[in-house]
Each structure stands twice: as C-alpha cells, then as structure tokens.
C-alpha cells in the first residue's frame, strides 16, 4: 500500500526556520516526481515546490523562491522541505504528494503555525 | 503564472443530483488539467486527470471534459459522501496552480 508520512510541523515565530519531512512507503520513490502542497486555514490549495526524479529538476512558487528549500533523499526514501525566514502568511498544513499525472497519493499533512 | 478559476463557488444539492462544475484557465492549458475532492481536515483526493480520465478506484458517476481554457466536472447522481470541496489544478506548466474551489453543501 502506498503511504506517504508528514512531520516535522510546529509552532515557530517569524523569521525563525523549520523542516519538514516526508517518508515513503509501499512503491520505488526514486521513480517518481514530488511536490510540496500548503493549505492555509480555511483557505484553498497552494502548490509550493516540486522536485523531479535524480533531484535534476526543481522549480517553486513565487511566494516561497528563496526562503524554501525541496530536496529528498531517495535511499531513506524521504522528501524535505527546508522552510527559512517563515512569516505569518506561511501558517498552513503542509502535504507532500506523489506525481504521476495529477497528484495520486498525498500524506495526511503537517501543520505549521507562524506567530509571534 | 496562470489563473485557474472556478464556478459556482458554492452549490447546494440533493441526493441524486446531477452536479456541473466550471473550471476555466487564463491561458491554453490543453487537457492538463486534474480534479481533486476535498473532505474537512483530510487530504485532497485525485478524481480525474488529463481532463477526462477517471482515477482508479473512482466511482463512474464522476466525469471530466474540456480542452485549452474551459473544463467541467460533473456528477451524475450525488451521493451523501459526495459533499465536499472540488478544487481543479492545471499542470501544464510552472507554477502549477489550483482553482479557488467549489463547495457542495447539502440542500
């Protein structure tokens, strides 16, 4: 069964840093292309970050571009997402998702809180 | 970054409905378009994919049409667990970018 496992959310305040993590099971990672997704409260859907098979390719939105940072670890089957300068617009729950065409599969979310 | 956007915002049905979804881009997106559901404190759920086809595993009476700027989600015959929030997502090209949603609430 796939499963994909989000943690490493908090409680942080601005400017401060977190990294969340996401672990894979149940299907080859390496194989597959990962992104980030982000739900503020009571708000829609927002996609934050991609990362392609072998780390070759990496693109984010522009509300994140140089504050956060993907990455993934296809050995310890995991995917990160590095978050730096965090502001109070960045509160949300954060999903990872596997690509395949759409995002099949997605973990249960982790909330991070930003405030002072 | 293209603009997805939806409409009705909000609709309220019964059981046994028939339910239109519009999802419209700001630019060509040919068929590069998914459709999610969305129930209260749970992840989203992949329904439909390249506009039109079914994911595995979801129930025939969910449909996707369209191509370039204009897409529909329908049901046919709205089923209790069908009240949710339906968002589409176009992944023709960065950012990939999701719709404002649409929430079915019961009549």
């Known amino acids: 069964e796939v499963q994909l496992v989000d943690s490493g959310g908090d409680w942080v305040q601005p400017g401060g840093s977190l990294r969340l993590s996401c672990t894979a099971s149940g299907f080859t990672f390496n194989y597959y292309n990962m992104n980030w997704v982000r739900q503020a409260p009571g708000k829609g859907l927002e996609w934050v970050a991609y990362?392609?098979?072998?780390?070759?390719?990496?693109n984010y939105a522009d509300s994140v571009k140089g504050r956060f940072t993907i990455s993934r670890d296809d050995a310890k089957n995991s995917l990160y997402l590095q978050m730096n300068s965090l502001r109070d617009e960045d509160t949300a729950v954060y999903y990872c998702?596997?690509?395949?065409?759409?995002?099949?599969?997605w973990g249960q979310g982790t909330l991070v809180t930003v405030s002072s | 970054a293209i603009r997805m956007t939806q409409s009705p915002s909000s609709l309220s049905a019964s059981t046994g409905d028939r339910v239109t979804i519009t999802c419209r881009a700001s630019?060509?997106?040919?068929?590069?378009l998914t459709w999610y559901q969305q129930k209260p404190g749970k992840a989203p759920k992949l329904l439909i994919y390249?506009?039109?086809t079914l994911q595995s595993g979801v129930p025939s009476r969910f449909s996707g049409s369209g191509s370039g700027t204009d897409f529909t989600l329908t049901i046919n015959s709205l089923q209790s667990e069908d009240f949710a929030t339906y968002y589409c997502q176009q992944y023709y090209n960065f950012p990939f970018t999701f719709g404002p949603g649409t929430e079915v609430v019961f009549k």
């Open positions: 390249a506009a039109a």
């Open positions: 990362i392609s098979t072998l780390s070759s390719a990496i």
């Open positions: 630019q060509t997106i040919s068929t590069s």
């Open positions: 998702a596997r690509e395949t065409t759409g995002f099949d599969h």
